[in-house]
Structure formats: structure tokens, C-alpha cells
DNA sequence: ACCAGGTATGCGAGTTGTGCATGCTACCCA
DNA sequence: TGGGTAGCATGCACAACTCGCATACCTGGT
């Protein structure tokens, strides 16, 4: 039994609209020398009855065309519909994008791309979530995110990702206003040796502080605060001092001062899109690469965000 | 913007089952070149796009093609649905047959065919219905019945039905068991102007005495009774006497005894089931036409019923 | 460095689809 | 009653497509 194509499923359709092979061919652009191939085709693949009484002027659905009909219509529509479904993918008139962030990019970098993406795409749904880094590359491999913003903090397994790198930011420690080293430009992490630190974790090798261990330094954890903001009111109280990272050095409260570490101390840390690996990005995952890429330059030109946005 | 043809998608689909142009290549019998070549007719199709990541081992649903997959497994089920339908209306495995029929039929001739059809094709949905034969045509025309057992009698317009002769019925007169013509084998009307007469229609032109009215004959119409089984209370009483046709014969009470009509006087009455015309016969109506055609020489057999059941 | 398992592609042959011209049938109208 | 006409079917030649074969190419594992 053979093979059945759209074309052959449209010809019927019109044919049944018109009543006639001439006048189908002719809003179809055949002759109808093949329209009539064409039903006839289609007949066969049909498992042979006719569809269509030939009439003396033109034809007329027999009782198998006119059960055919709505099967044929529906194959023809669903077929239309995914031309669609997937141009609108293309076009980004449409479907959807799951992105995850880590905390900090929250700060500013998400809201800002986010906010770029929606005016730009208004039709895509777009979705984002917080997670920390290891749970999003749990939820690139089971489809459950399509992008996922990430550092290289942590030393999770990044290798195994396609990486887009977006930015390395640099390090700042939040000082409260009446520090010494307060009014600095620049300060080495030595200085800081004998302050009590603020850190995400007791552990300061599990924390943004990992990188900055070193023989000459060891900090002095003394309170264990996850959230920024309130990373900011110890510190505000005179409490002790914090490493923050470039990405959330724009909204500090104006009673904490900023002051850059040397690279020496911390190098600067990488940012990056992560997505699946080998799989080619939908246009819907390039174009938020895109507005990433804007909204870091865009932040870069009015903040502290050391700009490195290479590629 | 090409063709899609149910082999592509039938690929597409097998291909993103398995994972695999190779493997899919040989659940469906070709080789992999061809494969490759129908994904990649399809990615044309489908807008460029593609539809597949190629891994070193194997291949992987893009975004596009994961949003294909649902539509491409709709339009190839349609598709089969389609087919089978119509193969369950070719071997009468399915379907429906709407089939109407003049009063007298539903007597004998109707409910033995119809028991006759159910037992050989008891999965098409058979629904019959009783009209008078001016009604069934109209609903032949408006594609409310498929098939109509009627009778010429009435001088309907038949002319424009395709017309299958089922049987030709002679006619016979009804008497009371004491009427001094019971015991014939056959009168002439004459012998009975003086009777009174049961007649469905107080014209005689209407009613089934309609051919018999000539120059020596003009029945006087008594009763008028539309009911067979009225008609038979009216002659045993003895208030008259009713014409009925052989179709009628087999169901009478014991105390009326039938005698046939010369057929000089009333001409055999014509019996056809009528279909549309100019449209082929779906399966079903041919087989009920066979049908019809067994329960009349099964009827023939053991009645009255003249037996030219010609063809 | 080679092999293994997979996809892409050039090539030739067979098949299918298309258009043109023509044949055929039934209706319409004079 | 006989041409005219509208419409479908079909023979034919040609273009386009599809298929299989052989082979090139890529990548990961040994």
C-alpha cells in the first residue's frame, strides 16, 4: 500500500471543495491531467475504492471519500501546524526557554537580560529559575532547563557543558564604612588577615573564598550568611568583612564601602552559559546568549563590572 | 516549501526512536543512505531548520525536532485511521447504513433482511427507518437514507433514483371468510363493484386500488384504514372488502381469506430499492441489495409472494 | 595509528510525477 | 436529432525524484 503525501492529501480536499479535478487543478496550480493522477494515487494507496463518483459535470465524494475527509484534514492541518510550530521556533515568535541562574546573577545580570529578552521576543515564554550551580547541571541533563548560568566557583564539573563565556568578574571585599583600608582602591587579602569574615559557609574552602587560600592567608570565618543583603547588614554593623563578586557590587548599600582585591589574591571568575553538550542551541538559547552578552555590556558601561566580556 | 509524504514522517519518527538513521533504517527496510536523505527532505520541508543533532554515535532530537515529534505522530495516525476506516467500509467491518422502507415492507420483506444482514455483517451500524415512499426520496436527495424499498404505486417521480427491481408483488383482495367469492383461487373485479371497499385513501386514485380503476371498475370506498392490521378487523367483521399486496400476504388472521387478483385487472406492482443516482453504491448498500435479493427468494419459497424476483 | 560505528554524498538506474495532446462520455441546446 | 461543450481518463515523452551502492568523512576507543 502506498505512500501518501500532503500534496496528494490537499489536491483531495480542494477537489471535494470544488467538485471538479479541472477547477482544483486550476487553484492549485496543476493541470488536470495531474490532479487526476494524483486522486488516483490516492485511491490506490487507499486500498483502492474510488473517492470520488465521476460525474458527466465534474465529481462528487463517494461514501469512502466523504469518511476520508475529515481524516485528510486533520493530517494536512497537523502538518500545517508543525510548519508553523517549528517557524515560530525559528523565528522566536514562540515557544519556550527554561533558564537557571545562580544567586548572585540575579542581582543584576538575569533581571537585566530578562528584561532585554521579553521586549525583544515578547512571544517566547521564558522561565528562569535560582539554583545553585550543581543543581543546574543536573536539570541541563534531564531537559528540565535549557540554559543555565553558571561560575566555576564551586569546581563542579564543568568540562562536560557546552561553555559560553560571558564574563570574568572580579572581586571585591565589602568593608564597612569606618574600615581603614575603607577609602582604598585596591587592597591584598593579607591586610585582611586578622578581620572576621563573612562567608557563605563555615568551610571557607566551599565558598567564594576558596580561591583566595593560600599560605599567607587563611580567613577567620565568624558568621555563616548565605544571602547577600544580609551579607551586607553584618557588615554594615562593623561585624566583619566580605568578599563579594563583581556581578552584585552595583546594589550595595551606601553605608558599606567596596574596595577591589588584587588579582593576585583572587583571580577573577569566570561566568558562563552553560548548555547541553553536542546539542546544537535552538535559536531561542542563541538569542538569549545574546541578550546576556548585551546586558553584561550594558551593566559594564555604568558599573563596577570589570568589562572583560570577551569572545 | 516542499512535500511531506507519511514515509518521512514514518522515518522521523522511527529515527528518533531508535536514536539512530542506521538502526531506523533497517526496522523499515532501506538503507541508510536513504535514509538520510528523507530526514533531510523533511528538515527542507519543515523550514530548514534541523530536525536531528548528529552525534558521533548516532543522532538526537533537536528543540525542533522534539516539537515535531507530536504533530509528525498525529499526521501519520491520522493517516492509518483513515485507512482503516475505509477498509472497514470496503469489508463491511464497520460503517453505517440508513435504509428506509414503504409500510408494507417492514412486514416481512424488511425484518428478514435485516436479520439476514445483522448475522453477516454485524459490524455495520444498520438503522432502518418507515416512510412513505414520497418521503424516502426526498431524504435519498438530502443524503439522509442510503438506500429506499419502494413502490411505484403512488406515481412518485422514480425516474431520477438509480432503481434495483427487487421483486414484482401481485395483488390480492381480502375477503371475510363467508364472502361467496372466499373460496376461489382468483376473481376479476367486477365481480366485486358492489362490495364495499377498505381503502387506505377515500380516492381511490391514491391508494394502492389506484390501477385498478378503469371503465368497468370504480370501487366504492367505505373505510378508510391506513393500518394493514386494521384493514384485516374491517374485513372479518364483513364491513368490506381491501385490496393488499402479496408482500402483505404472509401475516393474515384465519378468519380472511385472500384471493389473488386477475392480473389483467391490477398489474403486478414493481418493487425496488432505490440509491442515489449517478453515485456509485457504497459497499454496504450492495451487500443490503444482496440481502434484499435472499430474504425475497427465501419469502418466495414458502408464501404467497409471486417469486419473479427477477433481476 | 588504526579500527569501529555512525552520517553525508557523488553517481547511476529505476520509478514516479508532470504537462501536453487527445480520446471519451454525457449533458445542453438548437 | 445532431453538434457543441464541459469534464475526466489516458498515451506519451520528459523532467524530477528516490533508491541503493560505494565511498568519504568524522569521532571516540583501543
Not at 473517492?51 to 463517494?62: A, C, H, I, Q, S
Not at 494536512?76 to 537557571?100: I, M
Not at 599567607?216 to 554593623?237: C, D
Request: glycine content about 8%; some cysteine.
Amino acid at each position: 500500500m502506498g505512500d501518501v503525501s500532503t500534496g496528494s492529501l490537499a489536491a483531495f480536499l480542494e477537489v471535494a471543495r470544488l467538485g471538479s479535478f479541472t477547477s482544483a487543478a486550476q487553484t492549485l496550480g496543476y493541470t488536470q491531467s495531474a490532479i487526476s493522477r494524483q486522486i488516483s494515487a490516492l485511491e490506490g494507496a487507499m486500498g483502492g475504492g474510488p473517492l470520488f463518483d465521476r460525474l458527466p459535470r465534474g465529481v462528487r465524494l463517494t461514501e469512502a471519500g466523504r469518511a476520508l475527509m475529515p481524516y485528510a484534514e486533520a493530517a494536512v492541518e497537523r502538518v500545517d501546524a508543525a510548519r508553523h510550530e517549528l517557524n515560530a521556533l525559528r523565528e522566536l515568535t514562540g515557544g519556550r526557554l527554561r533558564v537557571g541562574a545562580f544567586p548572585t546573577a540575579g542581582a543584576e545580570l538575569l533581571p537585566c537580560a530578562v528584561t532585554l529578552f521579553r521586549s525583544r521576543y515578547p512571544e517566547v515564554k521564558l522561565r528562569t529559575e535560582e539554583n545553585l550551580t550543581r543543581v543546574q547541571l543536573a536539570r541541563l541533563d534531564t531537559d528540565e532547563l535549557d540554559l543555565a548560568v553558571v561560575s566555576d566557583t564551586a569546581g563542579d564539573p564543568l568540562d562536560s557543558y557546552e561553555l559560553h563565556h560571558l564574563v570574568d568578574e572580579s572581586m571585591y571585599v565589602a568593608l564597612p564604612d569606618e574600615h581603614p583600608l575603607a577609602r582604598r582602591r585596591q587592597v591584598r587579602l593579607v591586610e585582611l588577615a586578622d578581620d572576621d569574615w563573612i562567608s557563605g559557609s563555615p568551610q571557607p574552602e566551599r565558598s567564594l573564598l576558596h580561591a583566595a587560600i593560600g599560605e599567607t592567608f587563611r580567613p577567620r570565618v565568624v558568621h555563616v550568611v548565605a544571602e547577600w543583603i544580609a551579607k551586607q547588614g553584618y557588615v554594615a554593623a562593623g561585624l566583619g568583612v566580605a568578599l563579594i563578586p563583581a556581578l552584585a557590587a552595583d546594589c550595595v548599600r551606601p553605608d558599606v564601602r567596596l574596595v577591589a582585591v588584587h588579582e593576585d589574591d583572587v583571580p577573577a571568575r569566570a561566568v558562563y552559559a552553560a548548555t547541553p553538550q553536542g546539542r546544537s542551541p535552538s535559536p531561542a538559547v542563541e538569542a538569549f546568549l545574546g541578550t546576556l552578552r548585551a546586558a553584561i555590556d550594558g551593566m559594564a558601561a555604568q558599573s563596577r563590572l570589570s568589562g572583560k566580556s570577551a569572545k
